[in-house]
């Protein structure tokens, strides 16, 4: 499996970016897809996942200003982010997970990284 993120860039503050994954396969024989950011010096975190039913989950920071849908007949999941801050400046990774059964497990595949700047 193969996921392809891309859609980043440098974008002013207040901005939207609109991220995509490409996945090799059906995305609908994963069990859950999402993104996931990784900022300097800081841990990755979830930002959002969508499960094969149609559940979602945002981190709270994201809540209100992020999106995540997908697109089954081009097998590829996107993330629209508006209202962008400064502390959104990451680089961002899709993911998807095999058998989704619980919010937070580890992701079985990621895609490269994307990053996202967004300028004060």
């Known amino acids: 499996v193969q996921l392809q993120a891309c859609g980043g860039g440098l974008v002013q503050t207040g901005g939207s970016l609109r991220l995509s994954c490409a996945a090799s396969?059906?995305?609908?024989?994963?069990?859950?897809m999402g993104w996931s950011r990784q900022a300097p010096g800081k841990q990755r975190e979830l930002v959002a996942s969508?499960?094969?039913?149609?559940?979602?989950k945002y981190a709270d920071s994201v809540k209100g200003r992020f999106t995540i849908s997908r697109d089954n007949a081009k097998n590829t999941v996107y993330l629209q982010m508006n209202s962008l801050k400064p502390e959104d400046t990451a680089v961002y990774y899709c993911?998807?997970?095999?058998?989704?059964?619980?919010?937070?497990?580890?992701?079985?595949?990621w895609g490269q990284g994307t990053q996202v700047t967004v300028s004060s």
């Open positions: 969508r499960t094969y039913l149609g559940s979602t």
């Open positions: 396969g059906n995305i609908n024989s994963f069990g859950a």
């Open positions: 993911n998807a997970e095999r058998i989704w059964t619980a919010w937070g497990n580890q992701p079985d595949y």
